[in-house]
Antibody, heavy 124, light 109 residues
């Protein structure tokens, strides 16, 4: 069974860079059928797509965050990472990593496996 | 900026049916062709409910169904049960760019 696990600091200071890693087990990140992505959820609020990545390094970012977000992959460790720069209190959220299933023929994208999420608080 | 709009809340009694809408507010007709639906219980990660119009992952009961009419996708939950009380989100992609609806809180009365 595929599992995803987020890891990283739970507290980040304002103006610094938030860094998280997602470790994938039970399957290869090198699959041609999937992207891998990050989604966040501020406390009490809805889900926000941050960006997605293919194992070859191709990336797609939420235009509203594009200048601050970087997603990268380490296929040797079966991991992918998120960096969000210049954080403020509004970046406080639960951050989820997830697998994004790619369209096959006449079909769409969907998130089929999720990590449990990790709370990151931005505070001095 | 395109968006997917959901009602903030819906409610129903056990055994009843409820429908949650997800409307695309975009000038690009058909920009968001396929919608997937997710259920999130408090303190838990979202769980995939439905994808590609009518497809359910293994383990999701057929009480959950979806439909599409123009720019509005709808999730219907029939035979409401207490454990259906949760937040529900729609999600779609325009090309490789994703967006979630704002979420709907379902209360089972």
């Amino acid at each position: 069974q595929l599992q995803l696990q987020e890891s990283g600091p739970g507290l980040v200071k304002p103006s610094e860079t938030l860094s998280l890693t997602c470790t994938v087990s039970g399957g290869s990140i090198r699959s041609s059928s999937y992207y891998w992505g990050w989604i966040r959820q501020p406390p009490g609020k809805g889900l926000e797509w941050l960006g997605s990545l293919y194992y070859n390094g191709d990336t797609y970012y939420n235009p509203s965050l594009k200048s601050r977000v970087t997603i990268s992959v380490d296929t040797s460790k079966n991991q992918f990472s998120l960096r969000l720069s210049s954080v403020t209190a509004t970046d406080t959220a639960i951050y989820y990593c997830a697998r994004l299933s790619l369209p096959l023929g006449d079909s769409g994208y969907f998130w089929d496996f999720w990590g449990q999420g990790t709370l990151v608080t931005v505070s001095s | 900026q395109s968006a997917l709009t959901q009602p903030r809340s819906v409610s129903g009694s056990p055994g009843q049916s409820v429908t949650i809408s997800c409307t695309e507010t975009s000038s690009d007709v058909g920009a968001y062709t396929y919608v997937s639906w997710y259920q999130q219980h408090p303190g838990k990660a979202p769980k995939l409910l439905i994808y590609d119009v009518g497809k359910r992952p293994s383990g999701v009961p057929d009480r959950f169904s979806d439909s599409r009419s123009g720019k509005t996708a709808s999730l219907t939950i029939s035979g409401l049960q207490a454990e259906d009380e949760a937040d529900y989100y729609c999600c779609s992609f325009a090309g490789s760019y994703g967006v979630f609806g704002g979420g709907t809180k379902l209360t089972v009365l």
